[in-house]
Nanobody, 124 residues
Framework: QLQASGGGLVQAGGSLRLSCANS????????MGWFRQAPGKEREFVAA????????HYADSAQGRFNIFGDSARNTVNLQMNDLKPGDTAVYYC???????????????????WGRGTQVTVSS
């Protein structure tokens, strides 16, 4: 079971750090990522890290403002979000992919396990 935490209310320009940890049974983790879903919108990719090579991947909207990092041995991943904007307001979900084979890391279909979301609200 994935547990996400760290959401909250912040003013524009502020920062938040989201965390996600696996509190349930152990499973192989190839990649961990973050997605978000704003009201009335589809879920969208935010960032991901591939443990095998350490590569990180970001949505254009997150590039330069967000940083994903974590601990592959502990199956934990964090998302440091800086210079937050009202457009970042959404429920954020962490996700785990147990394999990278023919997986689209930018799509939710590329992940096997999902945590409950944590709400991030950015006021203007």
């Amino acid at each position: 079971q994935l547990q996400a935490s760290g959401g909250g209310l912040v003013q524009a320009g502020g920062s938040l750090r989201l965390s996600c940890a696996n509190s349930g049974r152990a499973f192989r983790t190839y990649r961990m990522g973050w997605f978000r879903q704003a009201p009335g919108k589809e879920r969208e990719f935010v960032a991901a890290v591939t443990w095998q090579d350490g590569n990180t991947h970001y949505a254009d909207s997150a590039q330069g403002r967000f940083n994903i990092f974590g601990d592959s041995a502990r199956n934990t991943v964090n998302l440091q979000m800086n210079d937050l904007k009202p457009g970042d307001t959404a429920v954020y979900y962490c996700a785990v992919a147990t394999s990278g084979l023919r997986r689209n890391l930018y799509s939710g279909t590329g992940y096997d396990y999902w945590g409950r979301g944590t709400q991030v609200t950015v006021s203007s």
